[in-house]
């Protein structure tokens, strides 16, 4: 069960509401300034495999109950979300903006432009961080835009570090076959621990 966190004081809702525009602006410098060097494949491939871990840790805290937690903790765990999903959305967008490029120059058959309209779909979203930060807490739209990132990713950088083309689409498409269910596991497992956290502080109430 997640719980919405307080409305801000009335002075800081103007600096809310330009965090959003803010971030837009940096992702859209970082994406046109990006160092798309082949030595930079390795970070790539780290970043294509560190975002499913993100998305475990997204998907823990979200299952958190932050209203019955003391009044510091509850600020910690929203805190942690918040930069969790950051974390996540950031990961997603290196993948994205370092690959798209390398796939619009590469298209040469319409069956291809597919592939493309979705890579530019999924970085579109990231651009937006309301959007996205709303997609992560989904967890099967947060699965498919993480999925297209790290397929799109790894199918980019392991042809650059002498892996043939072939064997990066099997290699692309395994991580996010093993990534999904780590995912899913991670949600499945905070929902037990939630439970039986539930039924731990009835037990105890009961008993006092």
Do not use: N
Request: aromatic share 8%; proline share 6%; charged share 15%.
């Amino acid at each position: 069960m997640t719980t919405e966190a307080p409305a801000p004081p009335p002075r800081w809702r103007w600096l809310r509401a330009l965090l959003p525009w803010g971030s837009l602006a940096l992702a859209i410098v970082s994406a046109v300034s990006m160092d798309r060097r082949p030595e930079r494949a390795r970070i790539i491939a780290a970043a294509a495999v560190a975002g499913w871990l993100a998305l475990g840790v997204v998907a823990l805290l979200e299952r958190l109950d932050v209203a019955r937690l003391p009044r510091f903790a509850s600020w910690l765990a929203r805190a942690a979300r918040a930069s969790t999903a950051a974390g996540a959305q950031s990961l997603i967008q290196l993948c994205l903006f370092f690959s798209l490029p390398f796939y619009v120059r590469a298209t040469a058959v319409p069956e291809q432009y597919g592939f493309v309209a979705l890579l530019l779909l999924a970085a579109a979203v990231t651009l937006w961080t309301p959007l996205c930060a709303a997609l992560l807490r989904r967890p099967a739209l947060a699965l498919v835009l993480q999925g297209v990132a790290a397929f799109a990713a790894l199918g980019c950088v392991l042809p650059l570090v002498g892996v043939s083309i072939r064997l990066s689409l099997v290699a692309a498409a395994a991580a996010v076959v093993i990534g999904a269910p780590f995912v899913v596991t991670r949600h499945r497992l905070v929902a037990t621990l939630v439970t039986a956290g539930s039924a731990a502080i009835r037990w105890r109430a009961l008993r006092s």
